[in-house]
């Protein structure tokens, strides 16, 4: 399950907003909400994306994307 919380809280970090992030995995902004609220599934790729637009690292991944 992915841990939404955790990337609201670095997205915030990073002062990246819904809309630039949405723009960065080529989706409209309500679709990024409802992905970053658990409303629809992150795929693979758009993990990999997230992870390279919120400079999360390779050992982190897991804590993101795969969190119980």
Do not use: D, W
Not at 5 to 18: N, Y
Request: aromatic residues 6%.
């Amino acid at each position: 399950m992915v841990n939404t919380k955790k990337l609201i809280e670095r997205m915030k970090e990073l002062g990246i907003s819904q809309q630039e992030l949405a723009n960065i995995c080529g989706v409209k902004r309500p679709t990024i909400n409802q992905k970053l609220h658990g409303v629809r599934s992150i795929s693979l790729n758009e993990a990999q994306i997230i992870q390279g637009a919120l400079q999360i690292p390779e050992n982190e991944f897991g804590a993101y994307f795969f969190s119980a």
